[in-house]
């Protein structure tokens, strides 16, 4: 998403030289003297940062993700407050959310439950940025906002089978069933639970218009307002891309969280945020991508 980011950041009239873009090879965030170095001199940090993936590696290295995504953003947000940046913009999970979240997920409902248990170590670990920032607001008047994207997928997504999300999971499936002539692609879960996607550009568009627009405390959702079940996600990949063989569910896996979706009302309230792209339009665009890069990769 970070570069998508920028791209919105460029296009509305921010200087390149302006943009201070710190690579967790020269900057791990993990350590309180990288998280200085990344804050001193700023005036606005957009932390996007974090050690992310799948139900795979949510199941593999829960302590790990728990960790560093604890580390990176509790001590960034200090390190920002300390050197006296003027707004922070925090970027939370869907997974903070309870399991059984009432569709649409309203922000009042964020304290009501425990999250999903293959992924709540990610998601309590990005849900204490939101309990830092109104704690930080209230003794420091430091601005601090919060927001919730849904599940995000587009161009330059991870498509590594390891630690991807269902999206870049499923395209990179069905292409090399089809490279390799299978007849099947095994699935993970039932399909019966559902999931939102929010195009990757168009949650660049929603942070910008926050960091722009909202310095108010509630936290935020972001997000495209409709739901999806897998099942059906997967026959429409399957038929964009053209691979006709069959679906095995694996029914050993779990499914996660049972339904997702946000109520969106609030970002477009409060800073005018509505996402545009056309779901399968937004699919065509990451599918296009992957098969361009792996063909790239072949010819070099």
Same mark, same amino acid.
């Given at each position: 998403?970070?570069?998508?980011?920028?791209?919105?950041?460029?296009?509305?009239?921010?200087?390149?030289? /302006?943009?201070?873009?710190?690579? @967790?090879?020269?900057?791990?965030?993990?350590?309180?003297?990288?998280?200085?170095? $990344?804050?001193?001199?700023? /005036?606005?940090?957009?932390?996007? $940062?974090?050690? *992310?993936?799948?139900? #795979?590696?949510?199941?593999?290295?829960?302590?790990?993700? !728990? &960790?560093? /995504?604890?580390?990176?953003?509790?001590?960034? !947000?200090?390190?920002?407050?300390?050197?006296?940046? +003027?707004?922070?913009?925090?970027?939370?999970?869907?997974?903070?959310?309870?399991?059984?979240?009432?569709?649409?997920?309203? +922000?009042?409902?964020?304290?009501? =439950?425990?999250?999903?248990?293959?992924?709540?170590?990610?998601?309590?670990?990005?849900?204490?940025?939101?309990?830092?920032?109104?704690?930080?607001?209230?003794?420091?008047?430091?601005?601090?906002? &919060?927001? !919730?994207?849904?599940?995000?997928? =587009?161009?330059?997504? /991870?498509?590594?089978?390891?630690? @991807?999300?269902?999206?870049?999971?499923?395209?990179?499936?069905?292409?090399?069933?089809?490279?390799?002539?299978?007849?099947?692609?095994?699935?993970? #879960?039932?399909?019966?639970? @559902?999931?939102?996607?929010?195009?990757?550009?168009?949650?660049?568009?929603?942070?910008?218009?926050?960091?722009?627009? &909202?310095?108010?405390?509630?936290?935020?959702?972001?997000? $495209?307002?409709?739901?999806?079940?897998?099942?059906? !996600? *997967?026959?429409?990949?399957? =038929?964009?891309?053209?691979?006709?063989?069959?679906?095995?569910?694996?029914?050993?896996?779990?499914?996660?969280?049972?339904?997702?979706?946000?109520?969106?009302?609030?970002?477009?309230? +409060?800073?005018?945020?509505?996402?545009?792209?056309?779901?399968?339009? #937004?699919?065509?665009?990451?599918?296009?991508?992957?098969?361009?890069?792996?063909?790239?990769?072949?010819?070099?």
């Amino acid at each position: 998403m970070g570069s998508f980011v920028i791209k919105k950041l460029l296009k509305k009239g921010v200087p390149e030289k /302006n943009i201070f873009i710190p690579r @967790s090879e020269s900057l791990d965030l993990r350590k309180w003297e990288n998280c200085m170095k $990344a804050a001193s001199g700023r /005036n606005i940090v957009i932390h996007l $940062a974090g050690n *992310v993936g799948g139900i #795979g590696l949510n199941r593999e290295k829960p302590g790990e993700l !728990l &960790y560093d /995504n604890i580390m990176m953003g509790v001590q960034l !947000l200090e390190a920002a407050r300390l050197s006296g940046v +003027e707004k922070f913009v925090a970027i939370g999970t869907v997974c903070a959310y309870p399991k059984f979240t009432p569709v649409p997920f309203k +922000e009042s409902d964020l304290w009501n =439950g425990y999250p999903e248990e293959t992924n709540a170590p990610y998601g309590l670990a990005k849900k204490v940025l939101l309990v830092q920032a109104q704690s930080y607001r209230q003794q420091y008047g430091f601005n601090a906002i &919060y927001l !919730l994207p849904v599940n995000l997928y =587009g161009p330059g997504d /991870n498509f590594d089978p390891k630690s @991807s999300h269902v999206i870049p999971a499923l395209i990179r499936k069905a292409a090399e069933a089809k490279k390799l002539n299978k007849k099947h692609i095994d699935v993970w #879960g039932s399909g019966s639970a @559902s999931r939102e996607f929010l195009y990757v550009e168009d949650a660049a568009e929603g942070i910008v218009l926050a960091t722009e627009r &909202y310095d108010k405390p509630e936290p935020v959702n972001l997000g $495209a307002g409709r739901e999806i079940k897998i099942k059906d !996600l *997967v026959e429409i990949i399957c =038929g964009l891309m053209k691979f006709e063989g069959k679906v095995s569910w694996d029914k050993s896996k779990p499914d996660g969280q049972p339904r997702r979706c946000m109520d969106v009302s609030r970002a477009a309230k +409060e800073f005018g945020f509505k996402a545009r792209t056309d779901f399968n339009r #937004g699919l065509i665009k990451t599918i296009d991508w992957y098969v361009s890069k792996e063909r790239n990769r072949k010819t070099a």
